[in-house]
């Protein structure tokens, strides 16, 4: 099939991660639409997204690259190969305990946003909600105060495209903070490039780690094991957070009218159900933790959880600039955090690890059987492959991906499906 020419060769080529930034900076020709099976895709109009535009140049599907390790940069050379630039490791929560509580672990992104825009005078927070009007799918959002930073928390582990909002982030008339996944902020990060007016207006960018993002079918998996089957029958979706990690919940009605749906366990929602959804893109990430964000906030999940534990989160700073803004933040009582040693990371996040060195077979046996792969420069894919996996697993990483190239059909370009959601009967209001 040979690698991609332009961003429709992305997105049909199982290359895209949903970021949005193409339609960002081509919006006259390419508009991000749900595919249900896939996530947030661009649909591209004829002569746009070419090789030699802004879109393709910016777009992060193809591949990421990072820097030499620079031994003056302070970045820990012990998690470098594995996990990026790290200049320091914290762990703890909002001091607020309503953000602590709805927050996914321990509401570090929404606490940090706040401070931004009560403290720092930010325009606002662009990053992912649910959509008010079809609750089961997300929309770009621009927060601008608590309410609307409240109503967008905890993870959502569904498609979202925060990068086709940026251009709000260009006009606003101060700086705004940016949360992603670690592709949407690789993505923001290789727009600066294109739009370099975007540095000076973003006052921080923070990611979610990220382990993939089911595509819309699994939310509506998971509400129809809840039994509400009929997607516009469903009122509101819950994936975590309210507690750590916190359940996640469907509301709406069964066949016959009837009020209906559940909750979950995190294990039962994301073990047995979501992560079955992730789109082919998510098994051939390198950067699952945010590399190419100033912070990145994931689980400490090295320890048992005790009971009622309302949440904690654990801090890279991955930056300068996330340096200064997590030191300002915790001077201002923000967050409630302490410095944690760098061992504390593979030990929270190993399948992350697993998963880096697993890429480089996955990508290779793509690349063996004609299929395209991304490319991954200087990011250790290789050598945590090497070192990091058991023989099996190395095995694996390339005898799964035959198996998958076949069952997955990636050996064909397979075009964008825009979804139309059912309107069967009025919703909204139906948002967390
Ligand atoms: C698809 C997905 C996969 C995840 N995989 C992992 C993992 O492997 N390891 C791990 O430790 N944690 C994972 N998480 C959870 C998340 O990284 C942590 O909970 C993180 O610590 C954020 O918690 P918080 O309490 O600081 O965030 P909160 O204060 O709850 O804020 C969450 C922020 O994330 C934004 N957001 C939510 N969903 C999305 C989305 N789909 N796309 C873009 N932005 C979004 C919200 O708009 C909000 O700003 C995943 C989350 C998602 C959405
Ligand atoms: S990865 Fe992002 S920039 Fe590339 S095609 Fe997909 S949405 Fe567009
Ligand atoms: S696994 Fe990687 S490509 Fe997939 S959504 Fe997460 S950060 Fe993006």
Redesign the pocket.
Known sequence: MGPARNIQDVAEKHLC??CGVCAFLEPQGIRMVDDLDQGRRPVVAEGAGDSNGPAFRACPGQGLELPPFDPSSGHLKELWEGWGGVLELWEGYASDDEIRFAGSSGGAATALSLFALEERGAAGVLHAGPRADVPYLNETQFSRDRADLMRNSGSRYAPASPCDGLEQVVQADSPSVFVG????AAALRRAERERPELRDQIDVSIAIF????PSTRGTLEMARQLGVSEPDQIDSVRYRGQGWPGEAQVVGRDAAGKPAGGKLTYAASWGDILQRF?PW??YV?A??TGEFADLAVGDPWYREIPEGEPGRSLILVRTEKGRAFLEAARRAGVLTIEPVAPEILPASQINLLHTRGAVWGRSWACRLLGVAAPRFRRMGTGKTWMKRLSFKQRAQSFYGTFKRVFTKKLYKRRPVVPFEPPRGRSQGGGRQ
Do not use: M
């Open positions: 991660t949903g996944k670690p592709c949407d990220c382990a993939g993002a992730r893109r998510c990430c950067d699952h």
